[in-house]
């Protein structure tokens, strides 16, 4: 049995990132950058204002006084969009629309809240700093500069950065192509009528929704019964279409438990089997070449979690994130809690702010690694350690914020 630190630095040094390749901006939320993003003009490309007002020159109205206004000619009006560059004459004042390039000239643009305007004059009623209201070209970023860098992720303003740039594809890393396998003698279909001793199987949809939320569409969902040679075949046709092989059950020490002599008979090396964690101690993680194969318990709660806590960065990592993107944070616990020592635990859990903004963490009811509605109303997961067997209620854990309550 290995310890969890251990378990999931093997995954990650054994995941390698896929190749690149490019695509459409349109699509591209949700992958990784595979290279630097480079300004390739100013940013702003030109001069505009950021108000509605009039553009004028700062040194035209410096003498204003509410007891005395500075009258301007409005010479004209520009609008966002406007292709024309006027040129603001000394003392005349633009009428200009938010987004609109500034007259040339113009230095400064004056908010229309401000101005009086009547036949055709402008009444200013206070000086203006030069620059005020205007966005200058290149303020952001100038020719040649580096924007994002390789390993970062689309989100939707990465996304609207990159349409600011002009960028009409960008190079990403591929997705994996990611299989599941789930297996049981006892799983029918969800929503289906269920004869005695059956379940609905549960981990096909809550792992292929893990999937989505992570924008990868499983290449094969397929459900075997405990037979060797429907794994085996479920299993030698996973590996082929895929980059990730997922399995759940049968990788414990049952006598229907035939999913690792099925990896060791298709040559997938074995790197590990048994985390001291809970819940998911049959863990099962090997490699074929550069596949990722990982044998994740049964159990609903158990298979999600392992997903959650081995699956994900692997896949992560394999995409190109570089950088960790795991939400943790420490809080008070406001109750005892008791286990034995031995395995590191990830109790369900549910964190929440007092009055005083101090997180608070309270364990849902039922942590059996079976009872699935624990983990449905939980928010975290909160690290009870390996070796500790005893946690006063008012201790500092640390939590790991779960990922599907952030959308
Ligand atoms: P196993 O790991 O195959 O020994 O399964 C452990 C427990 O999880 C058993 O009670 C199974 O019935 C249950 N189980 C396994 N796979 C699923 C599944 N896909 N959906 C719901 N329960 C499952
Ligand atoms: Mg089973």
New binding site residues.
């Given amino acids: 049995m290995i310890d969890f630190e251990t378990a999931v630095s093997e995954v990650l040094r054994l995941t390698y990132m896929l190749p690149t390749h490019a695509v459409h901006l349109a699509n591209s939320r949700g992958y990784v950058l595979a290279e630097d993003i480079i300004a390739r003009e100013s940013i702003p490309l030109f001069d505009s204002t950021s108000v509605d007002g009039y553009a004028v020159r700062a040194d035209d109205i410096i003498t204003a006084l509410s007891s005395s206004p500075v009258h301007l000619m409005v010479q004209g009006a520009v609008q966002a969009g406007d292709s024309r560059v006027l040129h603001l004459k000394r003392n005349h004042a633009i009428k200009i629309f938010t987004g609109a390039q500034l007259p040339l000239d113009a230095d400064a643009v004056v908010m229309k809240e401000y101005v009086s305007e009547e036949n055709g004059k402008a009444a200013f009623h206070e000086p203006i700093r030069m620059g005020e209201n205007v966005r200058k070209r290149g303020a952001e970023f100038s020719n040649g500069a580096i924007v994002f860098s390789a390993g970062t992720l689309i989100t939707p303003p990465v996304m609207g950065m990159l349409s600011v740039l002009g960028y009409p594809k960008v190079q990403v890393y591929r997705k994996p192509k990611v299989a599941l396998v ?3 003698n ?2 029918r279909p969800p929503g289906s009528r269920l004869k005695r001793g059956q ?6 949809l809550s792992l292929t929704s893990m999937l989505r939320m992570l924008a990868i569409e499983p290449t094969l969902v397929v459900s075997v019964r405990d037979l060797k040679s429907a794994v085996s075949s479920a299993i030698r046709a996973a590996l082929k279409k895929s980059d990730v092989v997922i399995s ?5 020490v ?1 006598e229907y ?1 035939f999913v690792r002599d099925v990896f060791a008979e298709l040559r997938v090396k074995t790197i590990f089997w048994r985390i001291a964690l809970k819940p998911g101690k ?1 863990n099962y993680f090997g490699i074929k070449g550069r596949k990722l194969v990982f044998g994740l ?4 709660v158990s298979a999600l979690v392992s997903f959650e806590l081995l699956v994900r960065p692997a896949l992560l990592k394999l995409q190109g994130l570089k950088t960790e993107n795991q939400v943790s944070f420490r809080a008070r616990l406001t109750r005892d809690l008791r286990k034995k020592a031995g395995r590191l635990e990830f109790i369900r859990a549910v964190f929440t702010k007092n009055s005083g903004s101090e997180l608070l963490v309270t364990p849902t009811p039922g942590q059996d690694s ?1 009872i699935m509605s624990s983990l449905a109303r939980a928010n975290c997961l909160m690290l009870f350690p390996k070796d500790a067997e005893f946690l006063p209620k008012g201790s500092v854990v640390e939590i790991h914020v779960l990922p599907w309550q952030q959308w």
Avoid: A, F, K, W
Wanted: no cysteine.
């Fill in positions: 789930i297996t049981g006892e799983l379940i609905r199987d549960v981990n096909s759940t059950g049968g990788v414990s049952g438990d049959p318990p049964g159990n609903p079976h």
